[in-house]
């Protein structure tokens, strides 16, 4: 029966299997096993790998990206970036943080953006910081917020801000940190963790 007949289901297990592998290089790090099944048999494989099956040649490889999805939006982001959440009565917090950019996702069950923006910002210290208005096209909104720029000891950072409107009531704000250089030109992370999102955004209601 040829491969192309045969009902394929494969997974790609999620947890790291770390188990003993062989290494081409010893001075690099090993790289991630994954487990695909095919057909019910386990195939115990690293990045990169291939196996015959039936006549078909199958390699797995880790996507550029990692998928965020809370129920009310949903987007990709770089897969290097780290993960952090969390909660407290009428607050949640996902953080995704990369070398020099970090992705914030705030829901938030009462206060305004202004109030959040103020609240930020005052950390600061007074004279440390500007606002101004901003808007940025993500997905198929664009979307209204504010712009932070910081100037502390020499070192400069900037936080965009933007609301996304819902029916229910709740603040949601999606966040943008970034470390610019001299002339304040973005980072290369942060373009590239940006135009991610933008392209692949999407709203619940």
């Not at 290494?23 to 695909?36: E, F, Y």
């Not at 880790?62 to 290097?80: C, L, Q, T, V, W």
């Not at 801000?161 to 009531?169: A, K, P, S, V």
Request: hydrophobic share 35%; aromatic share 14%; no cysteine.
């Amino acid at each position: 029966m040829k491969f192309s007949q045969v009902f394929l289901s494969l997974f790609l297990i999620a947890t790291t299997y770390f188990a003993h592998a062989q290494q081409t290089d010893p001075t690099k790090a090993p790289k991630t096993n994954l487990v695909v099944t095919i057909n019910g048999k386990e195939y115990k494989m690293s990045e990169g790998q291939q196996v015959l099956r039936d006549g078909n040649l199958i390699s797995v490889k880790f996507a550029d990206y990692k998928i965020f999805d809370n129920g009310s939006i949903r987007f990709e982001y770089p897969r290097h970036f780290s993960f952090e959440y969390e909660s407290d009565i009428g607050y949640k917090n996902w953080s995704f943080n990369g070398n020099n950019f970090v992705i914030m996702y705030f829901e938030i069950a009462s206060g305004t953006l202004n109030e959040f923006v103020k609240e930020i910002s005052g950390q600061f210290g007074k004279g440390n910081y500007t606002i101004k208005r901003t808007t940025k096209a993500l997905g198929n909104r664009v979307l209204g917020g504010r712009r932070i720029d910081v100037k502390l000891v020499g070192e400069k950072l900037v936080l965009e801000l933007f609301e996304i409107e819902m029916q229910d009531g709740k603040t949601r704000i999606l966040a943008f940190q970034d470390a610019p250089d001299e002339y304040g030109n973005p980072t290369q992370e942060g373009k590239k963790a940006v135009r991610s999102i933008q392209n692949t955004i999407s709203y619940k209601n």
